[in-house]
C-alpha cells in the first residue's frame, strides 16, 4: 500500500489560562509501511474532553502531561485500513485512545473492536463511551438510588446530561444547572431533568433553596467553585459528593479559595469521594451491557456537538470552556 499522509494536532507551548489557538500547531506526516501485527486505522471522529487541559500543565497528575512538539491524543473511534495482525481484519470498527490525527499505526492492545451497527458511531465517544460510563461510575460510586434527589452542575456537558438520564433511569428526583436557556429547555424536554436552572439568572445557593427547600442527596460536581459551595449548603445530612470534576477552575492561574462551609461535611456527616473513570475499566463489561440496553432500547439519549475537520479541533476543545457545547463535543473528521 502507498505510504499514508496524515495530519495531527501538536502541543507548542503550555497554555497560560484559556488555551488559545497559538498553543497548538497541524503538522503533516507520512506513515511508513506497516509490518506484521501492525494495523493501520484512519479516525473517523475523536474527542476533545475537559480533562485534556490538565494534561496541558507540566508536572505530575493522575495521568501523564502531553509532551511538547508531539501530538495530543485522547479518544476516537477509527476503521481499520489494513491490518497484519489476526485480532482485526479491514473495515473493522474500532476506538483507541489515539485521536488528534487522522492515521495512525497501532498494535492490538491499542485498540477495542465495536460493532458497526449502532450509528451514530460517535456514540462510542459518548454515551457508550468514557463519557457515559464515567456518569455511570459516578452513579455506582456513592449508590445512587431511587429515593435520592441529585443534583449535578454541568448538566448539559457530556458527562451531566448522562448522570441525568441514568439517575431518572434509576427513579430519582434530578435537578441541573446549566449555562443558557437553551440547555436548561434542553435538560427538561429531552434529559427529564425534574428541575433544570440557569446558574447565571441568579447565585445559585438562591436558586437551589428556590427550587429545592427541602435539600438535596447526592450532588454530582463537574464545575467545583461556588456550586460546590452551594451544594454543601443544600446537602442533607448524610448527604454524598461524587467529585468528578472542576471546570470552573481547570484555566485558572492560581488556585482559587476552597468553599468556605466545608465544615458541613463534619456537621452533616457528609461523604465526598473523588472519580477517576479509569479505576473502574474491569467493570467495563458491565457498563456495556447496562448502558447499552438501556441506548438499544430507546431510553437514552446521546446528544452531540459535532465540528468537523481536524483543522476545527482546537477550536472545539477551547469552545468546551466558553460553553459552546450542549452534550458532548465531537470532532468528525473529514
Known amino acids: ?29 507520512e506513515l511508513e509501511p506497516i509490518q506484521e501485527q501492525q494495523i493501520l486505522v484512519r479516525n473517523l471522529y475523536m474527542s476533545v474532553d475537559p480533562y485534556m ?8 497528575s493522575y495521568v501523564p502531561s502531553f509532551q ?12 481499520v485500513i489494513e491490518s497484519r495482525a489476526k485480532e482485526f481484519k479491514q473495515g473493522d470498527i474500532v476506538t483507541s485512545r489515539l485521536g488528534w490525527r487522522e492515521y495512525f499505526i497501532a498494535t492490538p492492545k491499542d485498540l477495542y473492536l465495536v460493532s458497526s451497527d449502532i450509528q451514530p458511531l460517535s456514540v462510542y465517544l459518548g454515551a457508550l463511551g468514557m ?35 441514568l439517575a ?35 447565585p445559585i445557593l438562591k436558586q437551589l433553596n428556590q ?15 461556588e456550586t460546590l459551595e452551594a451544594a454543601l449548603s443544600v446537602l442533607r445530612v448524610h448527604g454524598r459528593i461524587i467529585a468528578c470534576g472542576g471546570i470552573s477552575g481547570y484555566n485558572e492561574e492560581t488556585p482559587k479559595t476552597g468553599p468556605s462551609n466545608l465544615f458541613n461535611i463534619i456537621t452533616k456527616r457528609l461523604t465526598m469521594k473523588g472519580l477517576i473513570v479509569g479505576d473502574w475499566l474491569d467493570r467495563q463489561g458491565e457498563f456495556e451491557k447496562e448502558v447499552g440496553g438501556y441506548f438499544r432500547a430507546g431510553k437514552l439519549k446521546n446528544k452531540e456537538t459535532v465540528v468537523v475537520g481536524i483543522d476545527k479541533a482546537v477550536s472545539a476543545f477551547i469552545g468546551l470552556f466558553e460553553g459552546k457545547n450542549i452534550g458532548k463535543m465531537v470532532v468528525k473528521l473529514d
Open 1 to 29: 500500500m502507498t505510504n499514508v499522509m496524515s495530519y495531527e494536532i501538536r502541543l507548542i507551548s503550555r497554555p497560560i489560562g484559556l488555551p488559545t489557538s497559538a498553543n497548538f500547531a497541524i503538522a503533516q506526516i
Open 53 to 60: 487541559r490538565g494534561r496541558m500543565n507540566e508536572g505530575k
Open 68 to 79: 511538547l512538539g508531539k501530538p495530543l491524543d485522547g479518544g476516537a473511534v477509527g476503521e
Open 131 to 165: 463519557t457515559g460510563m464515567t456518569a455511570w461510575a459516578g452513579l455506582n460510586l456513592v449508590d445512587v438510588k431511587s429515593s435520592d434527589t441529585i443534583f449535578i452542575s454541568g448538566a448539559a456537558g457530556a458527562v451531566g446530561n448522562m448522570a441525568g438520564q
Open 168 to 202: 431518572k433511569l434509576r427513579g430519582c428526583r434530578t435537578i441541573g444547572a446549566a449555562g443558557s436557556t437553551e440547555k436548561v429547555k434542553f435538560l427538561k424536554e429531552e434529559c427529564g431533568f425534574d428541575i433544570a436552572f440557569n446558574y447565571k439568572d441568579a
Open 211 to 225: 427550587e429545592v427547600p427541602d435539600g438535596i442527596d447526592v450532588y454530582f460536581d463537574n464545575v467545583g467553585g
